[in-house]
């Protein structure tokens, strides 16, 4: 049994050095960082009063359902919206880019991504807002009318759809949220 | 010169200092890298996945609580950076492969003749039929050569999950690079 084990552990050793081999980092990669980095650094500079803002739009009743995890969409430029009723988003012309913020509260979490067909199923980071303590976990995406499937992604591997808007089921047994944005409302 | 220390380089960005954030970027961007590209079997799936991380790491570096730690907070934040992105791939059905085709295609790592390149071209073969958790386990362990305590930290997962997620990647490589072959045969 012992000697097994030493063996796998050789085996192991043996793979982990040749897999050890340098892999050069792509040529362009730090001139991409810096413009990552300064517009990230731009982001941060821009007051939060001054940054878009956006109403409320979608129920929070998932945030009761699920008390450690709540997702919802809250968007609209321009909407107003009741608790527990459909989100609106009010008099937005045909043409318009509704602000959509995407919010999951999860005290637990230490990092949360967006993906969606919006993104490319590329993860995009959420923001925590507030005291750590919160969960409160949000990032605003600019969006045109249309449908739009997305999910929540938990420290990288927990998959988690908007409990305030219809789900459907993908072809791996998950499941992720549907939005409809019309050009005046959330269909 | 001498090179400042991660927690240094920490502090001068969180005092203002943003040009010593490519410090830290400049030394961990290497190892880093390599970690990405063997997890995800993809350079361009592992550059996306580091330039998030160091953003990300970037907007987050006051919750860095042990700067001397830097180096393993950010293989945290990219370890989760690849969970999300094996995840997107496995909902889009975009998985890394397993098809020979691709992997005999597969561009050749820089700096590594030829026979070299087809051990490594194997083994990569061999460590993309494993399953993630298993993968990142192995990685961690035989090829950044992390401890078990550290690996627990970057992963989050126990000691003794990570123990046995080891052996059995272990085991698994083994059967499939040397399948069928006495035990003794190897190395």
């Known amino acids: 049994m012992r000697q097994q084990q030493d063996e796998l552990d050789a085996f192991g050793a043996r793979i982990g050095a040749a897999l050890r081999r340098p892999e050069a980092v792509p040529s362009g990669f730090d001139a991409r960082l810096g413009s990552a980095l300064d517009a990230e650094r731009r982001r941060a500079a821009t007051p939060w009063l001054t940054r878009p803002r956006e109403?409320?739009?979608s129920p929070l009743a998932g945030l009761a359902l699920?008390?450690?995890f709540a997702g919802l969409v809250i968007l609209g430029t321009l909407g107003v919206t009741g608790r527990g009723a459909a989100p609106v988003v009010a008099a937005a012309a045909p043409d318009t880019v509704h602000l959509v913020r995407f919010v999951l509260v999860n005290p637990t979490a230490s990092q949360v991504a967006l993906v969606g067909d919006f993104n490319g199923w590329q993860g995009e980071a959420l923001e925590r807002s507030g005291?750590?303590?919160?969960?409160?976990?949000?990032?605003?995406l600019p969006l045109a009318?249309?449908?739009y499937e997305y999910a929540f992604v938990v420290?990288?591997?927990r998959w988690i759809a908007d409990p305030a808007l219809p789900r459907m089921h993908d072809e791996f047994g998950g499941e992720h949220s549907v939005l409809?944005?019309?050009?005046?409302r959330v269909m | 010169m001498t090179e400042r220390p991660d927690a240094q380089l920490?502090?001068?960005?969180?005092?203002?200092e943003d040009d010593a954030f490519t410090g830290l970027v400049r030394r961990h961007q290497a190892p880093m890298f390599r970690f990405a590209v063997r997890m995800l079997g993809d350079r361009d799936d592992a550059d996306d996945v580091l330039q998030k991380a160091f953003v990300r790491a970037y907007r987050s570096l006051a919750q860095c609580r042990d700067t001397e730690r830097f180096g393993s907070w950010l293989r945290q934040i990219v370890v989760n950076e690849c969970r999300t992105q094996l995840g997107v791939r496995s909902r889009r059905a975009r998985w890394f492969s397993a098809d020979e085709v691709v992997l005999a295609n597969a561009e050749a790592p820089s700096g590594v003749d030829g026979a070299e390149a087809v051990e490594l071209g194997r083994i990569e073969q061999a460590l993309a039929t494993l399953t993630p958790d298993l993968r990142e386990a192995f990685l961690l362990k035989h090829m950044d050569e992390l401890s078990y305590d550290e690996m627990a930290v970057v992963t989050g997962a126990g000691v003794s999950a990570l123990k046995m997620r080891v052996k059995r990647?272990?085991?698994q490589l083994r059967e499939r690079l040397e399948g069928g072959q006495d035990a003794t045969a190897a190395g």
């Not at chain 1, 005291?131 to 605003?140: E, L, R, Y």
């Not at chain 1, 409809?180 to 005046?184: I, K, T």
């Open chain 2, 10 to 16: 920490v502090q001068a960005v969180l005092a203002g």
């Open chain 1, 155 to 157: 420290d990288g591997n």
């Open chain 1, 66 to 68: 699920a008390a450690s």
């Open chain 1, 55 to 57: 109403l409320r739009l």
């Open chain 1, 145 to 147: 009318a249309g449908r």
């Open chain 1, 131 to 140: 005291d750590a303590a919160s969960g409160v976990w949000s990032v605003s």
């Open chain 1, 180 to 184: 409809r944005l019309g050009a005046d």
């Open chain 2, 169 to 171: 990647a272990c085991a």
